[in-house]
């Protein structure tokens, strides 16, 4: 029986058919598991829609047409409603700084305003899709990111929005409209405060990482006091972040973003579980008799496949690794012999997280018989973590080749032994 929660999604953006279509459950009660069939579908068709937008005509620029869609009127905002921060830093769609405005009012938005005044891009609040707060990994100072998914104003095209703020109290004067006097509160506070309460009316909040959800197992390096929400990872040939969210799986901080909502999730896999690495490949369904669209992030450190397998098993993501299309790549990689792959059906349904360890036990075992091993082969390599697209393009190529050497190593040495 479908639940409350997903109607107040499905039809976030048209609350009287929200309440036509829990009134006519409320006399008809035969038609709930229709009805809510109907709405996971528009969920699914809301996701699709996220993850394919329509292509650009060719004779428009695709960049002046982006920058065409976000701006939004605000001739008719109440300026009492309006809170204002100067100097924010945007990354995405635009890198530079502008101020940002944001409008409570549940007809409004936000937009982002240039030295001159004028409106350079915005959102309006029935656009939006998520709104993401999450830690900048690798910060020697605290930073936080804002991710805005969203729809344009012709509910077709999804457009991203990330600009950062430090983890700290305001600057004087840098802030309109917002109470800053209070003690502790910072940027962060402050301005989710603010969109929960614009976003309030379409059942929507800022998402952020828990602790209770998932943290990494890897101190950072510049502050290991503090839990690490991210894990490592590429996607292709970019270097990345991905973090396991109460609603979802997020990767960035470059385009394009992905966010993948448990309700489009068709099945989480793991792959190429090597001694220190493993690669994380995540299905997701548009629709129930859509064919799934795989998105493979590779390189995540084996000292976080515990956490990320118990979040999995937690939230009910099938886990698809002992799929036949799985099994043949996983123990061509780890370098098995394709006649041990007739075991018992026991072993067969032995969990992922116990078969990676088993493995790695081996691997050490044979490791330590090898008069051969050298131990200075361990060392990680220093891969970036978030920052800017244009001015990491050049890392990627080098982190990913360390990395992938490293991995080379790891599968020589397993074969010596």
Known sequence: ???????????????????????????????????????????????????????????????????????????????????????????????????????????????????????????????????????????????????????????????????????????????VGLTTSQPGKTYRTLLITILNEALRPYKKWVIEPDKQEFASQIVQAHRKAEPAYHVKSFRGSKDGSLFLLPNGIFWGFKKPLQFFSFDVVDSVSYTSVLQRTFNLNIAVRAATDAEPQEFEFSMIDQADFAGIDNYVKRHELQDASMAEQRRAKKLNVNGVKREEANQEDADREEGELQKATREAEDLDDEEEDDENFDPGSEGESEGSGSGSEEDEDEHDGRAGSNLVDEELGSEAESSEG
């Open 1 to 175: 029986m479908p639940s409350k929660h997903i109607f107040d999604e499905a039809f976030a953006h048209k609350p009287d058919l929200r309440q036509r279509v829990l009134g006519t459950i409320a006399e008809a009660p035969e038609y709930e598991s229709l009805f809510g069939d109907i709405a996971h579908y528009i969920k699914h068709l809301q996701h699709a829609l996220s993850q394919e937008p329509l292509k650009i005509h060719e004779a428009q620029p695709s960049k002046k047409r982006k920058l065409e869609h976000r701006p939004i009127d605000t001739d008719g905002w109440d300026k009492e409603t309006v809170c204002e921060v100067a100097d924010v830093s945007f990354s995405i769609p635009q890198r530079k700084k502008l101020k940002l405005s944001v409008n409570k009012s549940a007809s409004a938005g936000f937009r982002a305003i240039n030295a001159s005044g004028s409106s350079e891009f915005g959102v309006n609040w029935d656009c939006v899709q998520e709104i993401v707060c999450l830690p900048v990994p690798e910060k020697a100072q605290a930073q936080y990111n804002f991710c805005v998914l969203s729809r344009t104003t012709d509910g077709v095209e999804i457009d991203q929005t990330v600009w950062t703020v430090p983890d700290s109290v305001p600057k004087d004067g840098t802030c």
